[in-house]
């Protein structure tokens, strides 16, 4: 048990914002570098471009960008890390990489209808779904 | 061991100390349990009588929120269970005082509906001074009667019987449908022994085929009678019996027959055993993986309280729900199997007929944008709504809104004719409620064939005839009615002559006390309609029907929209609309006869299946069925009941209230609501009654301020209302299960 908990241990916390911030940095780097590895072992060359994935990397770190708690960033940034081993170590699938980091939440139906700019709030809701 | 009880009983809540205390009485029996102490109830039973019992045991909730009700004080009689002393009336059994003390003696034949057959023994208790233990179920209770549930003796009755009950019980509770709602395996956990002594055979019996909803396996029965006392009794057909005596003794039908009743189903329900289970529900799901949802049911006009059971997103079963007042615990065939039909046909995208006459699915943007420019099209006063019989009040109301919004005012709801009179809601509901009908003396079915239109209905005029031989009078086309009824006539002749007092029924109409007089809603789709009215009314005058303390003039609705859409005022302007109708909204509609509709006519078809009226529409929307929405329905008598999503809805559908109020703000003219809460405070300016749901709302003007008026009668004869009892409306006819019901229990 013992030698299983040494070997994954978790670094201390950060100290200020400041560490908190470099941490951030060195994390995006590291998953910038995987970049090209993962594009070889899910088979995404003609799916995606190392720019795509690296802006959509950007933009997850970006979505937690008002948080300044240097506990949750470190948390968030371990979630990140334990991601970026799942998806390094191939413990993921083709479609997991496409639909979170391809595609992304939108969908594959990108909402760019401008006709929808005068209707109320109920009718925009009635074309999504019928819950609401 | 002595290890381990010493570890459960520090385990256990009461203190260790107080248990081994030698003051404390309890101890004195064995606390670990076992039967063997029961095998040998003398002595425990004298060791309990030495115990000091306390003085005034506390007191017990009734049983299932039973009540007693005692006439006049000197019925009442007093008798103890477990010492308990409770005040009963005259006539109650002893299983019924229990039940009112607050203690449930197990049973399997007694069923609170149905005759008595004290047959099963389950329900054994002691009572003092009785040489034997009694069938509580059986016994009528006694003053003074001491009546002891839970001695030795009564225990280890119940441990024989049970004994004897699984001697030729199979032990497939595994693959047994009943498994985890089965009486009989709740009550061998709770009272039976822990091992049997019988190593024979088990006996095995021939199952029994009952047609397309019932499976049978006849081996897991245990002679309980409840199903053929219910066929005779409640259901009213002579189909089940029992064959055979001792251990040849079997349920059946007496030859190989189907059993043709429209409450078949409930035997289900009844049996506390697997021995008749659903057979479309066969090895579907188990009871404690599916999410019961507490909704009512739309199939026909009485909105009889159902339990939708639901695993994910597939409706599983459908069971009934006690309400005393409506459906009291039944629900008819069509209701409890008609659910299939929900996951066949569906329409779940938006579609429109192209040039070539297929239909091709669109986004809904697209769809409400053709609809919108259609509509601006054609004049005002050619467009013409028709709401659906499955219709709740909700989206009635936002069709009625949006047309009369466009400039229209012709809307109208299916069933309800072409020129249907909504001012007195006394003339278009069931004014002797359903559960009043229990009180009426003399039955007159004008054109109205409840057993087929309304089997609910019909199974309380039957429990009436039973209970109090009312008799029954009807006029209409042949019908088979499962009571004593007296024939009188085809057609408005035999209404005239008795309206007129020239007929030999009008003797008896006078002498009742309660006259009750039904009249079918087949009528309202007749030109004579309003002489019928009339005519019927003259009778209710003559047999003072009417009166403050009873209302017998009565009008069986078909189907759930209908109370509704009349209360709501969904009345057509012109009595030829559809024929003049460039734009036809069908909400739902499939029952309405679309053949006077000119070619040229846009018509939208906005509903949950694909039925008869999609083949002429031009476009579809698709909606939620009444499984999937919240929705308003008011039934026959004129109580408003809200349905519950049970599951989601299928594709892209939307509820019907949401179609319309989008399709308003994309034609321009907006309507004012966007949530259910803001629709039903439009609701409440409308009809207020709608809203206070589970309660009914009676009519408070009699039919007597009418005008008199002559109209003319045609003597043509009454025609059934409902071609086919299984199959009425959108969804049963999408069933499969209802297309076999029609095609082997239907009387051809």
């Known amino acids: ?132 | 061991m002595g290890f381990f009880v010493l570890r459960a009983l520090q385990r256990s809540r009461t203190p260790l100390s107080r248990l081994l205390s030698p003051q404390n009485p309890t101890f004195q029996s064995r606390w670990i349990t076992s039967t063997t102490d029961l095998h040998k109830p003398e002595a425990s039973a004298a060791a309990a009588s030495e115990a000091p019992r306390p003085e005034i045991p506390p007191p017990r909730t009734p049983v299932g929120g039973a009540r007693v009700h005692i006439s006049s004080p000197e019925d009442a009689i007093e008798v103890f269970v477990d010492g308990y002393p409770v005040k009963i009336p005259k006539g109650m059994t002893v299983l019924q005082a229990c039940e009112v003390a607050g203690v449930d003696i197990p049973r399997f034949c007694y069923h609170s509906r149905l005759s008595i057959a004290g047959n099963c023994r389950m329900c054994l208790v002691e009572v003092e001074k009785s040489p034997k233990p009694v069938a509580s179920c059986a016994m009528p209770a006694l003053p003074g009667m001491k009546i002891k549930t839970n001695t030795p003796v009564a225990k280890k009755a119940r441990e024989g019987v049970m004994e004897f009950l699984l001697m030729n019980h199979p032990l497939d509770c595994p693959i047994c449908d009943q498994g985890g709602e089965c009486d009989l395996q709740d009550q061998s956990m709770a009272f039976g022994s822990d091992r049997g002594r019988f190593t024979e055979m088990k006996r095995s019996v021939v199952d029994k085929n009952l047609g397309p909803l019932v499976k049978t396996v006849m081996t897991r029965c245990i002679q309980c009678t409840r199903c053929v006392r219910f066929a005779t009794e409640v259901a009213g057909v002579q189909d089940l019996g029992m064959l055979g005596r001792g251990s040849g003794e079997e349920i059946g039908t007496y030859v190989e027959k189907l059993m043709t009743s429209e409450l078949s189903g409930n035997v289900i329900d009844i049996c506390p055993v697997g021995a008749l289970t659903s057979k479309p529900f066969a090895f579907k799901a188990r009871n404690w993986e599916m999410k019961g949802t507490e909704t009512i049911d739309v199939t026909d006009a009485v909105g009889s309280n159902i339990r939708v059971d639901s695993r994910g997103p597939e409706v599983m079963r459908v069971v009934p729900r006690l309400n005393e007042d409506i459906n009291e615990e039944w629900i008819s065939d069509k209701t409890r199997f008609f659910y299939d039909g929900l996951k066949r046909q569906r329409l779940n995208d938006p579609m429109i007929r192209g040039p070539d006459g297929r239909f091709k699915s669109v986004s809904w943007r697209d769809a409400l944008a053709v609809v919108a420019e259609v509509m601006h099209q054609v004049k005002p006063e050619e467009i013409v709504g028709i709401a659906g019989q499955l219709s709740d009040a909700e989206s009635m109301i936002a069709l009625k809104d949006f047309l009369n919004k466009m400039g229209s005012n012709n809307v109208l709801c299916e069933g309800n004719g072409i020129h249907p009179h909504a001012d007195l809601r006394s003339n278009f509901l069931l004014n002797t409620n359903i559960g009043g009908l229990e009180r009426a003396d003399v039955f007159l079915l004008v054109g109205s064939q409840p057993r087929i239109e309304a089997p609910m209905v019909n199974a309380r005029i039957r429990k009436t005839v039973r209970a109090t031989h009312a008799k029954v009078a009807y006029i209409g086309p042949p019908t088979d009615l499962n009571y004593d009824h007296q024939h009188l006539g085809e057609g408005p002749q035999t209404l005239l002559e008795i309206a007129e007092g020239r007929h030999p029924f009008c003797s008896t109409l006078l002498s009742a006390k309660n006259p009750a007089i039904i009249i079918g809603a087949g009528i309202f789709e007749r030109n004579d309609r309003d002489a019928i009215f009339a005519a019927v009314e003259t009778i209710a005058k003559h047999s003072k029907a009417i009166r403050p303390d009873w209302n017998g003039f009565n009008v069986l609705l078909l189907n759930a929209a209908q109370a509704a859409a009349l209360d709501l005022g969904l009345i057509p302007e012109s009595k030829n609309c559809i024929g003049s109708a460039k734009f036809l909204y069908l909400m739902g509609a499939d029952d309405v006869n679309l053949e006077g509709v000119s070619n040229d006519a846009f018509v939208l078809y906005q509903g949950h299946h694909g039925d008869r009226s999609v083949y002429r529409a031009n476009i579809i929307f698709p909606s939620s069925a009444f499984t999937e929405k919240e929705g308003t329905y008011e039934n026959t008598e004129g109580c408003a009941q809200q349905t519950v999503p049970a599951v989601p809805t299928v594709g892209d559908a939307r509820d019907d209230w949401k179609i319309v109020r989008a399709l308003s703000e994309v034609a321009g003219s907006c309507l004012p609501y966007d949530s259910l809460a803001a629709i039903r405070a439009r609701i409440r300016a409308v009809a207020p009654n709608l809203l206070s749901t589970d309660e009914r709302e009676p009519a408070t003007v009699s039919a007597d301020v009418k005008p008199e008026f002559q109209y003319n009668m045609s003597m043509s004869g009454f025609k059934s209302a409902v071609e086919n009892f299984y199959m009425t409306d959108s969804i049963s006819r999408a069933s499969k299960i209802m297309a076999q019901c029609s095609a082997s229990l239907l009387k051809k």
């Open chain 1, 1 to 132: 048990m013992s030698f299983i908990a040494r070997a994954i241990k978790v670094p201390p916390n950060s100290a200020t914002l400041e560490e908190a911030r470099s941490r951030t940095f060195d994390f995006f780097r590291k998953a910038c570098r995987s970049i090209p590895n993962v594009i070889e072992i899910y088979n995404l060359y003609d799916v995606v471009t190392p720019s795509q994935l690296r802006s959509s990397i950007a933009s997850q770190i970006r979505k937690n960008s008002h948080i300044n708690n240097p506990k949750v960033i470190d948390m968030l940034l371990f979630k990140g890390m334990e991601e970026l081993g799942n998806i390094v170590e191939h413990a993921k699938q083709r479609h997991h990489i496409i639909g979170q980091y391809v595609v992304g939440h939108g969908g594959l139906v990108q909402e760019v209808d401008t006709k929808d700019q005068g209707n109320s709030e109920f009718l925009k809701q009635f074309y999504t779904s019928n819950y609401f």
